[in-house]
């Protein structure tokens, strides 16, 4: 509604693209979605300019949207590190097989790719737990379902695990996954979009296929070996600064003032 308010009354509109209804609609059980993406077309294409959160964004409103290429520009979103490297513990009191997660019990958040990964990680690591942040959740055995939590308290739990778990088959970024990596924990995600821009495969995390089977070999495969964690853990404190707030703003500004200048 902004966007059409925005052109009635010729005032300049940017618009920021997270993940689509296109992208929606790929996720099992969604096709409807697919009908949503029309009226976000328009939107997209009304604006003077389009901010992307990835380049998988940016390629969906380019080559599926047709938004001309001239009106979008990727900005990986960023965030305060300080409070995650704050979060960071000695890797020696890490829990040596506990994982964390976060997130809703959606089909686009793939948590039923958990549900069914989660017996296959305890069958290999009997001792493994997990700490879900966000919502309560049926009982599983070594699973802690935390609800909703403050940010302190987050950044406890992520910075005290082993590994954080990124279940989604679809995101437009992946925050908890940059808040991870922040945080020194490596990461195991599913290869869609958004999460394979935040992820580096080998380096900061694992990029697992997104289903339940290749999903926890990826998960038993990380918290069976030590030292491919410990490289990881040293990876993720290498470049968490990526993720730092100033390179966004830095990149915003002089988006702002080509808009406006032109009102």
């Known amino acids: 509604g902004g966007v059409f308010l925005g052109k009635k009354f010729e005032i300049p509109v940017i618009a920021v693209a997270h993940h689509t209804y296109a992208q929606q609609a790929r996720v099992p059980g969604q096709w409807w979605k ?26 969906m409103l380019e080559t599926e949207y047709r938004i001309e290429p001239r009106k979008l520009t990727v900005i990986q979103p960023g965030f305060d590190v300080a409070p995650w490297i704050a979060a960071d513990g000695d890797s020696s009191k890490r829990q040596n097989l506990r994982c964390v997660c976060v997130g809703r019990q959606a089909a686009r958040k793939g948590w039923d790719i958990l549900q069914a990964a989660w017996p296959m990680i305890r069958a290999r690591h009997p001792a493994a737990t997990l700490d879900v942040a966000g919502h309560a ?18 950044r406890s739990a992520v910075g005290a695990a082993r590994l954080m778990l990124c279940h989604s088959r679809c995101e437009g970024f992946g925050l908890a996954a940059a808040e991870a990596i922040a945080a020194g924990t490596p990461v195991v995600a599913c290869d869609c979009d958004g999460l394979k821009r935040v992820v580096e495969h080998g ?53 702002l003032t080509a808009v406006y200048s032109r009102s």
């Open 137 to 154: 959740g049926p009982a599983m055995d070594g699973v802690r379902f935390l609800g909703r939590v403050d940010d302190a308290t987050l």
């Open 34 to 59: 697919r009908i949503l993406s029309f009226p976000e077309r328009g939107t997209y294409r009304l604006a003077d300019r389009v901010i992307c959160v990835s380049q998988d964004t940016r390629t």
């Open 203 to 255: 380096v900061t995390g694992v990029l697992a296929t997104a289903n339940a089977k290749s999903f926890a070999e990826a998960v038993s495969a990380l918290l069976g070996d030590s030292s491919l964690w410990e490289a990881m853990h040293a990876q993720c404190r290498k470049r968490r600064e990526r993720f730092g707030r100033k390179g966004m703003l830095d990149q915003f500004e002089p988006i």
